[in-house]
């Protein structure tokens, strides 16, 4: 089963089609970066990109520790 997921952003709406628990998972992260109800402006989408990969980064690191623990 899928979910549709929508934002605007620079004046335009996108929607995406995603699985229903991963749908409750953005439901719940995308506030963080973006205006749900609003226009976003291009600065914002960066802003979410920047972070969400910051934290994928810092999530790698860990695993290459823990990698090299085992």
Known sequence: ????IGLHIAG??????????FA??????????FSIDSNND???LLKG???VS???YKQ??????LIKKL
Do not use: C, I, T, W
Request: no cysteine; net charge neutral; hydrophobic share 35%.
């Open 24 to 33: 409750v998972y953005l439901g719940n992260e995308m506030p963080k970066d």
């Open 60 to 65: 790698e690191l860990m695993m290459k520790k």
């Open 12 to 21: 335009r709406r996108f929607d995406v089609d995603v699985e229903d628990e």
């Open 42 to 44: 291009l600065k914002a």
């Open 54 to 56: 910051h934290e994928l």
């Open 49 to 51: 990109y920047v972070r």
């Open 1 to 4: 089963m899928s979910k549709k």
